[in-house]
Structure formats: C-alpha cells, structure tokens
C-alpha cells in the first residue's frame, strides 16, 4: 500500500490533536509546554512529508526555523515558569492567577 | 512494502508516546516519553530521505530542549504533587469535545485532499548541480533564505538573554 | 542477501565484541599506566603481569548485592546505566577503519555504514548519551546524587557547544559530513586534519576530556567531591556498566578524534611519496595504532594535572575555548574563500 502525504498528514493531525488536548486538559505547566512541543512536531512532520512529495527542499528549511523558534520559546518560557515558581512556589497553572480579576 | 511496515510502526510509537505524553501522573515519565516520541520522529524524517533534519532533531530537539526541560523539573521539586486541587471553574469535557472535532474537521480536509489530484506546484528555482540532501538545504539557507537565517539567529541570541535574565537569582 | 544483510551483521558482531573486550582492558590499561606513572606495577597478581584483572573485576562485580534504594523510581534506576552505555557503542556503526579491502573474493568495506550525515550523527547521538548521568541522580531519589548529576550534565551540555564548534571547522575543510569522505579529504590534501586545523584539535581534545568526565574535568565523579557523585548509589552491574559507559565513551572519542584529526586509516604524511614504504601495514592497524595513543594520552593526563573546581571548569568551557572555537572557524571560513 502506497504511502501517500495524506497518510503523514493525517499522522499529522493526530499529533497535533494529542498535543491540543494535553494543552487544555493538564493543570502542569511542564506538560502543557511539552504539549506545544508536540504540536510543532506535528507541524514539521507535515512540512517535510510535502518537502519530500514534491522534491523540493523549501520544506525542511521552514522546518529548521521552527525547530529554532521552538528552541527560544522552550528557554524563554522554562525561564519564566523558574521566576514564577520562585515567588508562588507552585507549577499548576490554575493557581497562576495573579492578574486574574 | 517495508517503507510501509516502517511508517505504521513508527507512526504508532509516536502517537503511543504522544498519549503516554499528556496522561502519565509523574512528570519525569513524561518527559521520558517526549524524549522517545522525538526520537520516533526522527526515524519518520529518515524514512522520508530528510536525513540532516533527522539528525538536528535529535540533536537539538531531544538533546537539547529536553534536557532543559528535564533541568527545570528536577529543579522544580515539589513538596505536594503540582496537580493536588483543580480548579472548578475549568470545563475539561468541553475540551476533549473541541478536540474531536477539530480531528474530525483535519480527517476530512484530508480525505478531500486525497481525492482532488493536486495542482502541479512549479518548484523553486533548481539548485545547480548539488546533490545530497544536506548540501541542498545549506544552499536554500545560505542563498534564497538567508534574511530568515540572520533573523532566527538574533531571535535564539535575544531568546538566550532573556533565559539568563529570567532565571537568575540577583540581576 | 548476503552483502545487505550477513556481512553488515558480521561487522556488527565484529566491532561490538572488539569494544567490549577493549572497554574491559581499558580498565587494566588505566591502572597499569597511572602505576607507572607513580612508579609502582599496579594490578601483578591475577595472571601474569595482572592480566586477568579485569575478568577477576567483572566476577566480582556481577556477584555482588543488586540494591536499589528505598522509593527510587525503579524503571529509571535500571534504565540509567543502559541510557549511558548504549550511545557509546551505536557511534561505532559509522566510524571508518579502512577502505574498501577485498577479503575471500569480496569486496568489504571496513566501516559498518557510511551515512551522509555521520559527523552530525556521531554529535547527536553524544547529547543524547546525557540523559545516563541525568537521570541516575534523579533516580537514586537522593540529595548528593541529584546535585552531582546536575552538576555533570551541566558539563556536558556546555562542552558539546565547543566540540561541537570545533568539528563545524572540520566540515569547513572537507566540505562533507560523512565520515568516509573526510578521511578522502584528508588524503587528496595530503596532510592530517590535524597540521591544518590544530586549534580545532587542541579545543576537541579538551572538550571531549570533559564531555566524557575524565581528569581534569572529572568532578562530579570524583570520590572526594559530594560522596561519589552520581553513581553514590550503583552497585554491582549497574555501577561497572556506567564505568564501562565512560571507557566506551573515551574509546569512541579517540576513534572519532583519530578519523577526523589523524587521518583515519591513512599512513602519516599520506601525500610524500618517500614514505610509501609504510605502505606493508594494514590500513585497519594504522587506525589502531593512532586511537591507540589517544587512549594512552587520555590515561596520561590523568594521570597528571590536577583536578579542575566546578567553575573554573564551566569558565573554560564558555569563556575561553567557545569565543576560541568561534574564531577559529570564521579564519577557517576567511581562508577556505580566500585560496579558492
């Protein structure tokens, strides 16, 4: 049975659905984080399955930047959560609510 | 027929361990799964000939991201379990139905993409006569994507700072 | 069938058995050369001149008592010392040690694969050989192991940067990243990688000293610093397979080191023509010889310079043999532009 892209993009999607879910339902703010990182997996997994379908490298370089961007916003964002937990001593992304009304 | 076998394996492994992912209790555990979820994926960008993206994915991605995850969960050692009370006000059925049916939605943009034959796309200028999958993305980097290369590379140096200036102590 | 499937599964077998083997008697070669270099004999009494040591060293360790301790999260502890061990030796499926040879009729070549991406394989797979030490201080559920660990992954990390760096300058030279194509390199230029780049080669050496925790950079395994750093709570199996883990690290280092840097299965000076005469030794012997002295120069500084305190080592790292690897690669760059 022939491999098509609509076979990786519906692997894709699953992926990125997973990592929806994880986003909405986990009260951690680590598995929330990992959760994004599951969703630009998904995302680069759709770029270079295209990439390789029409032989054109363009895919993998976009997917290179997203790897990059995914890579600034996992330090920036394990920082803030490190300053955070510093001053409420808690990851639970529910009892992070000091601007809330 | 083994270029199958392969992409149903490894598409079941990542999704396991995608699952694994968000449902394990113990924090830990669940990077641990991450870890193996991207080196799955790696294996899937092998399959698909994008050898060098492969081999940065594991190099940056589960090298190096992971690990920081990893720093900041041992660092972040808490005396109570982190999901102990849950907030009511938070609507957690309204979730999973959304995100069925953003999937149902997704599945079905698909299956049409299936069936129309796809426009023939004209494909970027052709490289000239460098082959071999590292040096063709080298080349789309370093010539037509250039100005997006500079600009990523002060976004990681301006991401970097910004890390250190969160995460010290004293400034 | 037999060239897709039986030769590569022989060389498999082949290599991984010569590590093993070679990863136990690094044992024995470490204490004998530290003794030497302290003018004592070392390991004399197992065997003639101790050299059943290291059976006498496996028996006792595969005898003693499995503990593992109270409320540490069993799955990781066991997983730990595989984690460490298992990226040392898959590195060996793309290291070179000879050309194509014809050996009972057939043409085999003396590497298990050559991949396009080999150097960027052999790198990526290092950084994922930290999560051994990570893990081990996390598992043992512990205080001294868990700081230790931290302490050691966080050496790492930062010495891959500089490693790292410094092979970027070899692809630089040799415009390829498969193994196989450098040491062609290195032979159509005619001069070991290491005349032409040698601050690329001091900066790997020392990084790899501290990537692969030895002395001087061996704090966070150190006996005297925080009771035995992160394997405070290995015993038996596991604790000779994370010690087996940092020898197969360092053999895996010099062999990295001796293709990139020595010419991998060259003759010194391959482009003299007067020295053609060291032609009679195998190509597989010379590769040999060269990580050979890597490993002994390893063991030599051991034994010699004192041990580095946490940070200073963290301001050599980052401070002065990045900003070094750095430039290094820009004046490779300026000169590669400027010759062609």
């Known amino acids: 049975m022939e491999i098509t892209p609509t076979h990786y993009m519906l692997l894709s999607a699953a992926l990125f659905i997973i990592g929806v879910v994880g986003v909405m339902v986990r009260r951690n703010i680590i598995i929330i984080f990992m959760s994004i990182e599951l969703i630009l997996n998904a995302v680069n997994i759709n770029l270079i399955a295209y990439?390789?379908?029409?032989?054109?490298?363009?895919?993998?370089?976009?997917?290179?930047?997203?790897?990059?961007?995914?890579?600034?916003?996992?330090?920036?964002?394990?920082?803030?959560?490190?300053?955070?937990?510093?001053?409420?001593?808690?990851?639970?992304?529910d009892e992070m609510n000091l601007m809330r009304w | 027929?083994?270029?199958?076998?392969?992409?149903?394996?490894?598409?079941?492994?990542?999704?396991?361990?995608?699952?694994?992912?968000?449902?394990?209790?113990?924090?830990?555990?669940?990077?641990?799964?991450?870890?193996?979820?991207?080196?799955?994926?790696?294996?899937?960008y092998v399959l698909l000939g994008a050898q060098f993206l492969a081999a940065i994915q594991i190099l940056v991605y589960a090298g190096g991201i992971v690990v920081l995850y990893l720093f900041v969960v041992m660092l972040v050692n808490l005396k109570r379990p982190p999901e102990a009370h849950s907030d009511p006000r938070r609507k957690t059925k309204l979730g999973f139905g959304l995100a069925a049916a953003v999937l149902a939605e997704l599945g079905a943009v698909a299956a049409y993409a299936s069936k129309v034959p796809a426009r023939p796309i004209v494909p970027a200028a052709v490289v000239p006569g460098i082959t071999g999958n590292t040096e063709v993305v080298g080349w789309m980097l370093y010539t037509s994507y250039l100005i997006p290369f500079e600009i990523a590379s002060m976004l990681l140096l301006v991401a970097m700072i910004g890390a250190i200036v969160l995460a010290k102590r004293e400034l | 069938m037999i060239d897709t499937l039986l030769i590569p599964f022989l060389k498999i077998l082949i290599v991984l058995n010569a590590t093993l083997v070679a990863v136990t008697y690094m044992v024995l070669l470490e204490r004998k050369v530290i003794a030497w270099a302290q003018s004592r004999l070392g390991?004399?009494?197992?065997?003639?001149?101790?050299?059943?040591?290291?059976?006498?060293?496996?028996?006792?360790?595969?005898?003693?008592?499995?503990?593992?301790?109270?409320?540490?999260?069993?799955?990781?502890?066991?997983?730990?010392?595989?984690?460490?061990?298992?990226?040392?030796?898959?590195?060996?499926?793309?290291i070179p040690f000879g050309p194509t040879v014809s050996l009972f009729g057939r043409q085999v070549t003396l590497y298990i694969t050559d991949i396009n991406v080999g150097l960027l394989y052999i790198v990526s797979v290092a950084s994922v050989g930290v999560y051994g030490i990570i893990l081990a201080g996390y598992a043992s559920n512990s205080k001294f192991p868990l700081l230790a660990s931290l302490r050691a992954s966080a050496q790492l990390i930062s010495y891959e940067v500089c490693v790292t760096l410094s092979l970027v300058s070899i692809i630089l030279m040799s415009g390829s990243l498969s193994m196989v194509s450098i040491v062609r390199a290195q032979e159509s230029q005619g001069l070991w990688y290491m005349f032409v780049q040698p601050f690329a080669f001091g900066i790997f050496i020392i990084g790899s000293l501290a990537e692969t925790n030895r002395a001087p950079f061996d704090m966070p395994e150190a006996e005297q610093e925080l009771t035995g750093g992160f394997h405070t709570e290995y015993s038996g199996m596991r604790f000779a397979l994370f010690f087996l883990a940092e020898y197969a690290n360092m053999i895996v280092v010099s062999s990295v080191a001796t293709t990139l840097f020595l010419g991998g299965w060259l003759r010194p000076f391959p482009g003299v023509a007067a020295l053609s005469f060291l032609d009679?030794?195998?190509?597989?012997?010379?590769?040999?010889?060269?990580?050979f002295v890597f490993l002994y120069v390893f063991i030599w500084i051991r034994a010699t310079l004192p041990r580095y305190r946490y940070d200073q080592l963290m301001r050599l790292g980052w401070k002065v043999l990045i900003p070094l690897a750095i430039i290094n690669l820009v004046v490779t760059g300026i000169v590669k532009v400027l010759i062609s």
Not at chain 1, 63 to 89: D, P, Q, S
Not at chain 3, 280 to 291: E, H
């Open chain 2, 1 to 44: 027929m083994g270029t199958a076998i392969a992409f149903y394996f490894i598409s079941a492994c990542i999704l396991g361990f995608a699952v694994l992912v968000i449902t394990t209790k113990e924090t830990v555990h669940s990077v641990l799964f991450l870890v193996l979820d991207f080196l799955f994926v790696a294996a899937l």
């Open chain 3, 280 to 291: 009679f030794v195998p190509s597989w012997t010379w590769f040999l010889i060269k990580s």
């Open chain 1, 51 to 93: 990439s390789a379908q029409q032989q054109n490298a363009v895919g993998q370089v976009f997917a290179i930047f997203v790897i990059a961007v995914a890579a600034a916003e996992a330090a920036v964002g394990l920082g803030i959560i490190l300053a955070f937990y510093r001053n409420k001593e808690t990851i639970n992304i």
């Open chain 3, 43 to 94: 390991p004399m009494r197992v065997g003639p001149y101790g050299i059943l040591q290291p059976v006498a060293d496996a028996i006792k360790l595969m005898l003693k008592e499995d503990i593992t301790p109270v409320r540490a999260d069993k799955w990781v502890f066991t997983a730990a010392p595989i984690i460490s061990m298992v990226p040392a030796l898959i590195v060996y499926a793309v």
